[in-house]
């Protein structure tokens, strides 16, 4: 027979066991408590993060967009004009761009 309480954060399981010396003596029971730790901090850092980045399966799904800066354009380009640009440029194509301007320097290896 066992009996489990698992309300709130921190609970105590009771289960009862039933035990006994030999075989010949009356089975008694015998209570024994363990403790369960729920950790709210990883739970809530865990869904912040899944917030932050997003879900995953939509990723795979997104249509691919044309890149906002031009194959054709050099970092003189990009640094002569202090207009913005028309929408914001995703990290991962500035960081392609500039590791492709770095490679062409033989700044990059």
Request: aromatic share 10%.
């Amino acid at each position: 027979m066992a009996e489990v309480n698992t309300g709130g954060s921190h609970s105590n399981e009771k289960q009862t066991l039933e035990c006994s010396a030999s075989a010949n003596e009356q089975k008694e029971p015998m209570e024994v408590s363990t403790f369960v730790f729920i950790n709210h901090a990883a739970i809530a850092w865990h869904d912040r993060r899944r917030e932050w980045v997003g879900d995953q399966s939509q990723k795979s799904q997104r249509k691919q967009k044309d890149p906002i800066i031009s194959w054709s354009m050099t970092y003189e380009d990009l640094l002569s004009t202090n207009e913005p640009f028309s929408e914001p440029i995703p990290l991962t194509e500035m960081v392609d761009f500039l590791v492709d301007i770095w490679q062409d320097e033989g700044l990059y290896d």
